[in-house]
């Protein structure tokens, strides 16, 4: 297991300073209609190395990757749009990828697709397309019309063998696998493997929307944000419910999950993706639109000595020091590009019912929640500690809102960091 930060009931605070800050609108951002549509991401996930599966993660398909295999993947998209495009990724490829085929339809449950709905998706015209190794790819846009959470089926075939797969490790939605070229099967009965894994696919990108001010939020971070203690198959995890407060609230905003389990600020991981301040540029500031990004981090650099799990990799101590100019480095990247950055205080660890919390630990942790709430280095802060812990001992978390493993948020907790966010802050 991992370490990771769960549930707030409080607000955002929101500091003058930083709102005057960023609060500008600028031409890369909100290009005008003369200079092409403007796209946003309405889903997306970031991408790690292959991994074998594991009893806590499940069992996945990326280190033998495909061949003469279709691969469909149900992804629900936050946002609706007239146009839309998907994204790719061969990131941790060693071999350039060949996509033959890839359509795009509404999921009807499961592996099936409602008849008449599929779409078959070009790349520079071309039905098929190859992706250097370490290479993203978005496919040409496609006419069709998406509403606000609505569940897309992509499909990849492979002809060729692929080679192990850039790919996201944990999802609480399915993907199938099928023998054979089926983009175009809507039934989904020959599709009869499935993994909680995604595949090579990193983005679902929308245009077309009326309004001038739309944008993309992305959620940056561990397992808090990945949805760790999220039901399968619910769509309930913090981003989930963020989205659809903002479909509620009509705002034009897209929501993107761009949370790792087990992911760290300071360390690479084996298991779980690169350090925070590597793939900052990939996984946030390259994607369409981007206007705030919410960054949730830390938990995992202290507990990772404690744990002793190898997946982690290196796990040495750490400062206080070390995770706040980490932190530093991230949010001048996003206001170097015109982007908000939210910050998350750490949440109460000593409840967590795998080795995560230690005394030194524990003031890391303190002294880190401190410089979030009082330096203002962050343009808004949601203090996650503060929400969580059990007035009765701040250590430990408040009861009801955490997952049976004692640290990340079941429903609940998700529901109330959704709620906590306030909106005009994004």
């Known amino acids: 297991m991992l370490a990771a930060t769960a549930a707030a009931l409080t607000a955002l605070v929101v500091s003058a300073a930083g709102v005057a800050a960023v609060g500008h609108e600028d031409a890369r951002q909100q290009p005008r209609a003369a200079e092409g549509p403007v796209w946003t991401g309405a889903w997306g996930a970031a991408v790690q190395r292959p991994v074998?599966?594991?009893?806590?993660?499940?069992?996945?398909?990326s280190r033998e990757g495909f061949a003469d295999q279709s691969v469909r993947q149900v992804v629900r998209v936050a946002t609706g749009g007239s146009t839309l495009r998907i994204r790719l990724s061969n990131a941790y490829g060693t071999t350039p990828?060949?996509?033959?085929?890839?359509?795009?339809?509404r999921s009807a449950g499961d592996a099936q697709v409602w008849p008449g709905t599929t779409r078959s998706l070009t790349f520079g015209g071309s039905q098929g397309t190859t992706i250097a190794a370490g290479q993203d790819l978005v496919s040409d846009a496609e006419a069709l019309r998406t509403s606000p959470l609505e569940k897309l089926s992509v499909t990849l075939y492979f002809a060729d063998r692929t080679g192990p797969a850039t790919f996201h490790r944990f999802t609480t939605a399915t993907s199938y696998r099928a023998s054979g070229r089926r983009p175009a099967d809507s039934g989904g009965d020959v599709f009869k493997e499935s993994t909680n894994a995604w595949y090579f696919l990193s983005g679902v990108e929308v245009s077309g929307a009326a309004s001038p001010r739309r944008g993309t939020v992305v959620a940056f971070g561990d397992s808090l944000i990945d949805g760790t203690g999220a039901t399968p198959g619910a769509d309930n995890r913090f981003t989930d419910k963020l989205a659809e407060r903002l479909v509620a609230a009509r705002r034009p905003l897209d929501v993107v999950n761009a949370g790792i389990g087990g992911n760290r600020i300071l360390n690479d991981s084996p298991c779980y993706g690169d350090k925070a301040t590597a793939r900052f540029r990939r996984d946030v500031l390259e994607r369409p639109g981007v206007r705030t990004v919410i960054v949730h981090l830390g938990a995992n650099d202290i507990g990772a000595p404690a744990m002793g799990d190898p997946c982690m990799g290196s796990a040495p101590q750490v400062t206080a020091r070390q995770i706040i100019d980490a932190h530093k480095e991230l949010i001048s990247a996003?206001?170097?590009?015109?982007?908000?950055?939210?910050?998350a205080t750490i949440l109460p660890m000593k409840g967590a019912l795998f080795p995560v919390y230690t005394e030194r630990g524990e003031k890391v942790r303190t002294a880190v929640n401190r410089w979030m709430r009082t330096s203002g280095a962050y343009d808004a802060v949601l203090d996650v500690d503060?929400?969580?812990a059990d007035p009765a001992e701040p250590a430990l978390p408040r009861p009801g809102y955490v997952f049976r493993d004692g640290l990340h948020p079941n429903e609940a907790g998700f529901h109330a960091i959704?709620?906590?966010?306030?909106l005009d802050a994004l």
């Open 334 to 343: 996003a206001h170097a590009r015109g982007v908000r950055a939210v910050g």
């Open 52 to 61: 074998e599966g594991s009893e806590d993660w499940g069992a996945n398909w």
């Open 97 to 105: 990828l060949r996509i033959t085929a890839a359509t795009v339809g």
């Open 418 to 422: 959704a709620a906590a966010v306030d």
């Open 386 to 388: 503060r929400a969580l």
